[in-house]
């Protein structure tokens, strides 16, 4: 392995190479930061740039950076203005987002800047010393645990959504799963609850639902509530605080080793990716937080902020795992860096360390200078970053839905997904009156296609539902989605119940 | 009734359109050679047809307690207050949006977006429009260079009689 290190440090360090770790980190922190464009798509856009380099390394390396960089820039988007554009920073807007109402916005993202770098760093590490052994791991996962690693993953946020709620968060995750059915499956070639529309054939786009369920609702308050914008605009004006106190520094320091390693392994499953570790870690986290810190989650707490900003980032280094080893991408954006990959006559797999191991492991070198070189990039642009709250009401609203707007057209270029976004945001703004939470629609609907998939492949595969009793870690995993669920409504009842034996003097 | 139990009332006779759809109308189409697959494209919309009545049933029977003592909304949007709120501002920026969707091919980026952002920020109350106007221009020119020459996503700049 040191031999394999020092190749990649050599490889890694060339100027040429530096270069593109700087550039790629630039590009995608200032593109990820509109929403609408996430890692895919600006990876997408500059394979053609990364091809024409014609150095393997550089060109993944390049890419590596622009990964790393959207994720990052999305997250300001998400702690800025409520509009993730990316579906693994949509756990970061949670706290991010209130943290910065209350004027903490430059203390939000430098939490956000070193939660990602220390998640991004440990999970390099992690790479380097598990990538052999975990891909015989990766393996076992069939489409049966991957289902019902996904039932887990959405009743966790069901069960998580607060006393009281957890029966509306889940009618809102069956609502997501629901909408993801419209339009025409992989699996089956049909179209489905398209109402005859044409522009339903392709389903609705994550974007646009992303922008309808929590950027136009917040713009909408905005306006509807003038002081809450006045409060936030005033405070931020004065950006002084970008530092977080020792205290917190101190409470959020388990969250990311935590999360940087469970985050990591989630990454490592294909499939499973940035966006439900960071759902999972959010979730995680909020569950083991006690009393007032728990209570504190959702409304600016930093471990909420710290724990979702590590865990997606732990995970795309994780994700680089199947891709490396097996040549399986495990997300979308694998699969294009599986793509640019093989247009520069790489054969990612089980040979690619024996065969081309400077490729290898000039990759593993350059997430950590990419890593750095983000946070030395991102730090002292903070108080600029935030200034962007401090833009006047009447300019930034508008600003606001035009983004909204240019983020759902950008990606199908067609107008009609513009009214789909409209008729989504004003339901979504509706929902929120009523005390809804809107995060599981979203999860519920990013997931619902894989879920689907996974359940039909298993069910194919076993001839039937078979497969939940003869796959012991696929039943394992169900019940505990069950009892996720139902675990809340009990303790509420029992707390009741003892409220109750109190009173009657027993 | 409260609005949260409007909504799952609603809620509840969608999943059972939804579910007649799928129960009745999906398998009919099917081809034989797919009936004979365990799967088939109505089983998860069926599923999630009845869990979603399921659940939505326990909202509108309010068979979940909410935890006592709790205010009626955590964050500072409340129902109550919509009285208070400036409704109308919100409506026409809605009303704006749908005719920035209709209008952008035919009358072009460049024009439907600058008319979007000064019309939005004259909508909220504000009046200089000597700022309004060259911050809107330059902002569309800037994102319209953006999108199309950097990244290469074709967007119409031009009204549609004057050329693509």
Redesign the interface.
């Known amino acids: 392995m040191l031999e394999g290190i020092l190749i990649g440090l050599s490889a890694a360090f060339s100027l040429q190479n530096l270069l593109m770790v700087v550039a790629g980190c630039l590009i995608g922190t200032f593109i990820g930061m509109l929403p609408g464009l996430g890692p895919m798509s600006i990876i997408a856009i500059m394979i053609p740039v990364a091809i024409s380099l014609g150095d393997p390394a550089a060109a993944l390396i390049l890419l590596a950076g622009v990964y790393y960089g959207a994720i990052f820039g999305g997250s300001t988007s998400s702690i800025l203005l409520n509009a993730p554009g990316v579906a693994g920073t949509v756990a970061t807007s949670f706290d991010g987002y209130p943290m910065a109402r209350k004027g903490q916005a430059g203390k939000a993202l430098t939490i956000a800047a070193v939660a990602s770098f220390a998640g991004g760093t440990i999970g390099a590490v992690l790479l380097m010393i598990f990538a052999p052994a975990l891909s015989t791991v990766a393996l076992l996962f069939h489409s049966a645990e991957y289902f019902a690693l996904m039932v887990v993953g959405l009743s966790a946020i069901a069960a998580f959504a607060g006393t009281g709620q957890v029966a509306k968060a889940l009618m809102m995750t069956i609502l997501g799963l629901i909408l993801a059915t419209v339009g025409e499956g992989a699996l089956f070639n049909m179209p489905r609850f398209t109402l005859g529309l044409m522009d339903l054939q392709s389903g609705i786009s994550f974007i646009t639902l992303a922008m309808a369920m929590f950027a136009l609702p917040e713009a909408m308050f905005l306006v509807l509530n003038p002081q809450r914008g006045a409060s936030a605009g005033s405070d931020s004006n004065k950006i002084t605080n970008l530092r977080f106190s020792r205290e917190e520094g101190r409470a959020i320091a388990p969250v990311i080793a935590r999360q940087s390693v469970q985050g990591f392994f989630i990454g490592v499953l294909p499939g499973a990716g940035a966006t439900i570790a960071s759902f999972l870690g959010y979730a995680v986290e909020r569950n083991i937080a006690k009393g007032e810190e728990q209570a504190e989650f959702g409304h600016g707490s930093v471990k909420g902020l710290a724990a979702p900003e590590t865990a997606n980032n732990a995970a795309c280094t994780g994700s680089f795992v199947p891709l490396l080893t097996l040549g399986i991408p495990g997300s979308g954006t694998t699969a294009i860096l599986l793509g640019a990959l093989i247009a520069l006559n790489v054969t990612p797999g089980p040979r690619l360390m024996t065969d081309t191991p400077e490729i290898f492991w000039a990759v593993i070198i350059s997430m950590f200078i990419g890593n750095l070189v983000l946070l030395v990039l991102n730090l002292p642009l903070i108080p600029y970053i935030a200034k962007i709250l401090a833009i006047p009401r009447n300019y930034l609203i508008p600003f606001i839905l035009f983004f909204t707007l240019m983020g759902a057209y950008i990606g199908q270029n067609n107008a009609t997904e513009l009214l789909i976004l409209v008729g989504l945001g004003v339901m979504a703004t509706i929902f929120r009156f009523a005390d809804y939470p809107l995060a599981p629609l979203l999860i519920g609907f990013i997931l619902g296609t894989m879920l689907e998939d996974n359940f039909a492949r298993s069910m194919q595969l076993y001839r039937g539902l078979d497969f939940i009793v003869e796959r012991p870690m696929t039943l394992g995993l169900l019940v505990l989605a069950v009892l996720l669920v139902l675990l809340p409504s009990y303790r509420a009842r029992r707390a009741r119940k003892r409220a109750q034996g109190v009173a009657d003097g027993d | 009734m409260?609005?949260?139990r409007?909504?799952?009332l609603i809620?509840v006779t969608f999943?059972c359109a939804?579910g007649y759809?799928a129960f009745f109308t999906?398998d009919q189409?099917l081809p034989p050679f797919?009936q004979r697959?365990?799967?088939?494209?109505s089983?998860?919309?069926k599923v999630?047809?009845v869990?979603?009545a399921l659940?939505?049933l326990?909202?509108l029977l309010g068979?979940?307690?909410?935890?006592a003592g709790?205010g009626?909304?955590?964050?500072?949007?409340n129902?109550a207050r919509?009285h208070?709120?400036?409704?109308g501002?919100?409506l026409l920026?809605?009303g704006l949006?749908?005719l920035?969707?209709?209008s952008?091919?035919a009358a072009g980026f460049l024009l439907a977006?600058t008319v979007?952002?000064v019309a939005?920020?004259a909508i909220?109350?504000?009046r200089k429009w000597h700022v309004?106007l060259p911050?809107a221009m330059l902002?569309t020119g800037c994102?319209w260079y953006l999108?199309q020459q950097v990244?290469?996503?074709?967007?119409r700049p031009l009204p549609y009689f004057m050329g693509t």
């Open positions: 409260a609005l949260d409007w909504i799952a809620f999943c939804y759809l999906m189409l797919m697959n365990p799967v088939w494209p089983t998860f919309p999630l047809a869990l979603g659940t939505g326990v909202v068979l979940e307690k909410p935890e709790k009626p909304s955590a964050t500072d949007i129902l919509l208070e709120y400036k409704i501002q919100a920026l809605l949006m749908v920035y969707a209709l952008l091919r977006t979007f952002l939005g920020s909220l109350g504000e309004m911050v902002a994102v999108v990244l290469g996503i074709y967007l």
